[in-house]
């Protein structure tokens, strides 16, 4: 069973929510970085400097099933303007909760740079 979850405006809790932030995207894609380093049990598997992107796996076993999560740094050039997202995609576990995968990250993301 496959099931997925992105952060979006339209999703009531903060931690759904993009998080948008007055620095610049470089500073902002290297915490992100430093962080999922740092993060229990989450493998940062890629890291697409040119598209400020992460790709990373979360394993949650026979009833998590395995995450495949994707954090996306956007911003201005010229501007300290930063929008970060999240998007978790979860195959198999008879009970994944892609959702929790994203606020557990944009929660602390969040802590950490507002």
């Known amino acids: ?30 915490s992100a970085k430093e962080m999922v380093a740092d993060m229990k049990g989450w493998v940062l598997d890629q890291t697409d400097e040119e598209n400020m992107t ?3 796996t979360k394993k949650g076993g026979a009833l998590g099933g395995t ?7 956007e911003g201005s050039e010229e501007h300290p303007s930063t929008t970060v997202n999240c998007k978790v995609d979860v195959e198999g576990g008879l ?10 990250f944009m929660k602390l993301f969040f802590r950490r740079v507002c």
């Open 1 to 30: 069973m496959a099931s997925s979850f992105e952060t979006s405006p339209s999703h009531s809790s903060t931690y759904q929510q993009p998080i948008q932030v007055a620095t610049r995207k470089e500073y902002i894609f290297t």
């Open 54 to 56: 992460l790709h990373c």
């Open 67 to 73: 995450s495949k999560i994707t954090v996306i740094v």
């Open 95 to 104: 009970m994944a909760r892609p959702q929790k995968t994203a606020e557990e």
